[in-house]
C-alpha cells in the first residue's frame, strides 16, 4: 500500500534559512492539501491543488511560503527566511475529488515533515 | 474564529469508562469527517458522517450527524487504552470541498 509519504521526517534549521518539503500523495488522488499543525492542536489549513492548479492559499500564509504541484503529482512546499514561529509539523494530504457535492472524499495524510526552527 | 469547535479539550478517563466528544458549528455541512492522529503520525478517517440525524455505529465508537448538519458527537463506550488520541472533526462549508479542522480533542484513557 503506496500511502502519502512526505521528505524529510524532521528538519532542523536556522533562523533565516529557507527550506523545502516535499510530498507525494496517493497515485491516483486529484486532491492534495497542505496542512501546518501545532503541538495538541487541530491541523491548519494552508493551500490546497486539484491536479496542478493551486486552489486557494489560507490568508494566514505570509509570502514567506509558496507551493508548487508542476505535474499535478507531487507538491512542494517552501518557506523562506524561516523564523521561529514556522517550527510546526506540516501535514501533506491527498484525496480523490468527486464532483457530486458531497465532499465525503477522505483525506488520506503523510506522517508529517517536523520543523524546527532555531 | 474557527469554523469548528470542539469539546472538551482534553478528557483524560479510566479504561472501561464512557466518555463523548462534541463538534459544533454555526455553518452547515454537507458532511463532517472524523479522525484520530496518534502522536508522530498523521490523521487517519474513521467515519463520515453525511445526512442530518444519522448515527454510524464503530466497534465501540458511536458517531451522530446533527439533524441540522451544523453538530456532530462521538461516543466511545467502555473506553481503552488503545483509543488514547487526538481526535478530530473535519468539514467544507465552500463549494471547492475544502476541509478545515477543529482544534481537536485530546483523550487519554488509562488502565
Known amino acids: 500500500d503506496t500511502g502519502v509519504s512526505q521528505d524529510p521526517r524532521h528538519k532542523i534549521t536556522k533562523r533565516g534559512q529557507n527550506v523545502t518539503f516535499r510530498c507525494d500523495p496517493i497515485?491516483?488522488?486529484?486532491?492534495l492539501y497542505w496542512y501546518r499543525q501545532t503541538l495538541g492542536q487541530g491541523p491548519e489549513f494552508l493551500t490546497y491543488?486539484?491536479?496542478?492548479?493551486?486552489?486557494?492559499k489560507s490568508r494566514l500564509l505570509s509570502d514567506r511560503f509558496s507551493a508548487e504541484r508542476p505535474k499535478g503529482s507531487f507538491s512542494t512546499l517552501e518557506i523562506q527566511r524561516t523564523e521561529q514561529g514556522d517550527s510546526a509539523m506540516y501535514l501533506c494530504?491527498?484525496?480523490?475529488?468527486?464532483?457530486?457535492?458531497?465532499?465525503?472524499?477522505?483525506?488520506?495524510f503523510g506522517n508529517g515533515t517536523r520543523l524546527t526552527v532555531t | 474564529t474557527q469554523l469548528l469547535e470542539q469539546s472538551p479539550q482534553f478528557l483524560s478517563i479510566q479504561e472501561g469508562e464512557n466518555l463523548t466528544v462534541y463538534c459544533n458549528s454555526s455553518s452547515v455541512f454537507s458532511s463532517l469527517q472524523w479522525y484520530r492522529q496518534e502522536p508522530g503520525e498523521g490523521p487517519v478517517l474513521l467515519v463520515t458522517?453525511?445526512?442530518?440525524?444519522e448515527v454510524k455505529k464503530l466497534k465501540r465508537l458511536t458517531f451522530q450527524f446533527g439533524d441540522a448538519r451544523k453538530d456532530s458527537s462521538l461516543h466511545i463506550t467502555a473506553a481503552q487504552p488503545g483509543d488514547t488520541g487526538l481526535y478530530l472533526c473535519?468539514?467544507?462549508?465552500?463549494?471547492?470541498?475544502?476541509?478545515?479542522f477543529g482544534a481537536g480533542t485530546q483523550v487519554v484513557v488509562t488502565p
Open positions: 497515485s491516483e488522488h486529484n486532491r
Open positions: 491543488f486539484q491536479n496542478e492548479a493551486q486552489l486557494e
Open positions: 473535519a468539514g467544507s462549508t465552500d463549494s471547492w470541498g475544502k476541509l478545515q
Open positions: 458522517v453525511v445526512t442530518g440525524g
Open positions: 494530504a491527498s484525496s480523490p475529488f468527486i464532483s457530486d457535492g458531497l465532499y465525503n472524499s477522505p483525506l488520506h
